[in-house]
């Protein structure tokens, strides 16, 4: 019997909608799809809404959304899988794959940035490259960033604080491209879309008037107004932030998290590697909410809580500040 048979299971999705549709109500949102698994099975998916306004298209299930930092999730994994093939190690320093990496370092003694210290944001690195790109959706290729860098600095040395950075992941892609002999875009479609079957997941941009695309909006404004979000191309930072899926797409990939075995087919990491994927690497002392992109645990006294998704702080802001955050990998 599927879970979605069970009478609770029901009563509880219908108290959920009911929640979604006054929420959605009180702020004024669009639209959004949800889904709900269970191991191995999709129990419930749904939209609610609009995916656009003008002119109305209803939110499904399938409806594509740019997903942002979770498109780290995927450049780890295919860190962790050129690992397991034996064509990196995850304390190589990052020169010895990307020669050109050159960026101004911290005052102080560090050492050298290894592709795990990109993985869990303790490279000390800026947050982002050297573009105002979040301000004017201007955003840079890769060779652009590549040569900005000589002018950038350190912001921490290596290892002393947990520092979140999309240009961390942005040199992680960039192993990921050097590495496979593939650009970025391609292994990750060939390597795990195709396999985990998330055929309707877009790594490059999708067009703007793809019809299952969902339209983006700003803040409400005071009369109640949404404005259109500007339609932007991530481009050199695709790796850390470009990705477009759906619902039932993204859900094949949570699904991979709950499964063991030895790597083939939809399998595309072994249980032992996606184990070590979603174990603490980092502990912040401080307990400050500094939130994680990927994989991260919020300590709840002596009992870390493992979640998926941009961030942890919802979960932080329960805990005292004596309770500290745990990263792991920020894939």
């Known amino acids: ?27 004024g949102l669009p639209g959004l799809s949800i889904g709900i698994l269970h191991d191995q099975e999709l129990v419930w998916a749904a939209g609610f809404g609009q995916a656009g306004l003008e002119p109305a298209r209803p939110a ?23 690992r397991d093939a034996g064509k990196l190690r995850l304390d190589d320093p990052l020169v010895e794959h990307l020669p050109w990496f050159r960026i101004g370092r911290a005052p102080a ?10 993985l869990t944001h303790t490279a000390g690195l800026p947050r982002e490259a050297g573009f105002p790109y979040w301000t004017d959706g201007d955003f840079p290729t890769a060779p652009q960033i590549r040569d900005k860098l000589a002018e950038q600095q350190a912001a921490l040395p290596t290892e002393t604080e947990w520092k979140y950075s999309n240009l961390g992941l942005t040199l992680a892609g960039e192993i990921v491209a050097t590495v496979s002999g593939r650009a970025y875009p391609e292994y990750v479609a ?9 055929r309707g997941t877009w790594v490059t941009t999708p067009p703007a008037d793809h019809p299952d695309l969902a339209t983006g909006y700003g803040r409400r404004l005071p009369a109640g107004a949404r404005s259109v ?13 470009n990705m477009t899926t759906s619902v039932t797409d993204l859900t094949r990939f949570a699904m991979l998290q709950f499964r063991d075995g030895p790597a083939g087919g ?21 307990g400050r909410p500094a939130g994680a992109s990927g994989f991260a645990s919020c300590a709840r006294g002596a009992r870390p809580t493992s979640v998926t998704g941009e961030r942890c702080e919802a979960t932080a802001r329960s805990s005292t500040s004596a309770r500290p955050i745990a990263s792991a990998w920020s894939c």
Request: charged share 15%; glycine share 6%.
């Open 190 to 198: 060939e390597h795990i879309l195709e396999p985990l079957g998330m």
């Open 229 to 241: 979000a500007p339609f932007t191309d991530c481009d050199g930072i695709t790796p850390a932030a």
């Open 109 to 118: 003694p560090t050492p050298a940035v290894t592709i795990r210290h990109l």
């Open 1 to 27: 019997m599927s879970l979605a048979d069970d009478r609770n299971v029901r009563s509880s999705i219908g108290l959920l909608s009911a929640w979604i549709e006054s929420q959605m109500a009180y702020s």
């Open 266 to 286: 939809a399998q595309i990491l072994r249980g032992s590697t996606l184990r070590e994927m979603q174990r603490v690497h980092w502990l912040e002392p401080t």
């Open 60 to 82: 499904t299930p399938g409806t594509l959304y740019r997903i942002a930092s979770i498109t780290k999730l995927f450049t780890g994994t295919a860190i962790l899988q050129l």
